[in-house]
């Protein structure tokens, strides 16, 4: 009798086991890597909220071939170094893809990390060009690169008569490769590049680097680096009466650099990826992210929703699991409707066409430039 109890005891606990084992084997580890530390945090943070929305909403639905999505978040505070942490620590967890990248040169060094372990990786912000050499094949960037970021300056500086300019970079895989860009192609339309200047993140007082702008009386000035450092770098230029153009890349689009900036910003260009505030497709998007988080979504909540979003669709066209195939469906992939706009990739695993728009700060908020 009691051997029979135990029996069955031991019986039932195994077969527990199993179940719980099935269950947990039902769940669809993703990776999200992005800053959640470090000047970039908020950035980063709005990324992560917009990908685990969609995984919730996925979840919803049924999940991704009967599975549930579990995300996993790896910081890379927007520095090489702890980016190569982060990476070594999601690919040790065994998850099946991955979404995120803001910093460019944050996400440069994993590239040879989730390459070697064949991670299916959609890159939702990051866009050196440097990325496209260093891609092993598993990575997919759906934001513009730099190359189409370029063509947008400097159309608009040929559209505002524009003949010298400043170019101003923090020495970064991102503002350092749109820097170069800028210059080379400015300067191969025979305009000038008055000067070329590299500042250290965080640095507090620009008066020398303002100074020396001035000095050069540049028609406009391109801060191509992240907004903390920018909202205060276009404070000083305007304190210090410089009057010129002032434009910024798309690492400075989020409302803080206006907050930051304050009056200053006004009349500020940016070069931007397209943001819920232009984008009819993402009211739905928007209404919840707001209702989730009790808070506005940031310049790349659209493209983190669109990336998790495409990830998902891929395993599901994919029909399975298996990385080869996953990214295989990734590179197959023919305008997949994303909120941020359609979705095909080159041979090169970048956008296929480019989704610049120019903006410009009025009254303390981001408009379209006409």
Known sequence: MKRSLFLSVVGGAVAGMFLFGQVMAADLKIGIM????????????????????????????????GMKIVTMTGDDACDPQQGTAAANKLVSAD???????????????????????NIPFVIAAANSTKLIDANMGNAFQINSTGFDQVNTAVELFKNKNINKIAVIHQGDGYSEDLAKLTRDKWTEMGKEVVAYEVVNKGEQD????????????PDAVFWTAYYADGALVIKQLRQAGYLGMIAVGDGSNSPKLLEIAGKASEGVYCFSNPTVDYLPEAKTFHE??????????????????????LMADAIKRAGSTEKDAIIKALAATKSFTGIAGPVSFTDKNTLAHSNFVVLVAKDGKWTLSK
């Not at 620009?206 to 009386?217: D, M």
């Not at 707001?290 to 979003?309: F, I």
């Open 206 to 217: 620009q008066s020398a680097l303002v100074t020396r702008i001035k000095s050069k009386a």
């Open 34 to 65: 992005v800053p959640t530390t470090g000047s970039e945090a908020t950035a980063g943070k709005d990324m992560e909220n917009a990908i685990k929305l969609a995984a919730m909403e996925i979840n919803d639905a049924g999940g991704v071939l």
């Open 95 to 117: 998850i099946a893809a991955l979404v995120g990248g803001y910093c460019s040169g944050a996400t440069l060094p994993t590239l040879k990390i989730y390459g070697d372990a």
């Open 288 to 309: 919840n992210y707001k209702k989730t988080y009790n808070q506005e979504p940031d310049a790349y909540g659209a493209l983190s929703y669109d990336g998790m979003m």
